[in-house]
């Protein structure tokens, strides 16, 4: 059984910092896409990052790009972080980790549709 648990939310001010860690337990390929999504309140879901794990290439929604950094523990590989910077007001979110064997499309674009979700993370920046 796949799981994914988030951790590293939390209250912020505008242009502080925080990292988010999913760890990923229970996937069969050695490889996966790893993705990030956001969902604000009366706001659809959105990409924001996703990440594969064989090439280690990325992707990066407009919005984050030159903020947001999606990466891979060396030592842990099943833990999957992203770093966010110069957060804004608008950052504001529940973040969700998504992982799904099929690398299909992954770290070149806003690929949406994941097998395996995490319980999200609520991330608030205050002006």
């Known amino acids: 059984q796949v799981q994914l648990v988030e951790s590293g939310g939390g209250s912020v001010q505008a242009g502080g910092s925080l990292t988010l860690s999913c760890a990923v337990s229970g996937v069969t390929t050695g490889s996966y896409c790893m993705g990030w999504f956001r969902q604000a309140p009366g706001k659809e879901r959105e990409a924001v990052a996703n990440?594969?794990?064989?090439?280690?290439?990325?992707?990066y929604a407009d919005a984050v790009k030159g903020r947001f950094t999606i990466s891979r523990d060396a030592a842990k590989k099943n833990t999957l972080y992203l770093q966010m910077t110069s957060l804004k007001p608008e950052d504001t979110a529940m973040y969700y980790c998504?992982?799904?064997?099929?690398?299909?499309?992954?770290?070149?674009?806003?690929?949406?549709?994941?097998?395996?979700w995490g319980q999200g993370t609520q991330v608030t920046v205050s002006s």
């Open positions: 990440f594969d794990t064989h090439y280690a290439n990325s992707y």
């Open positions: 998504a992982a799904d064997e099929s690398r299909w499309a992954c770290g070149v674009g806003p690929r949406r549709d994941f097998a395996y």
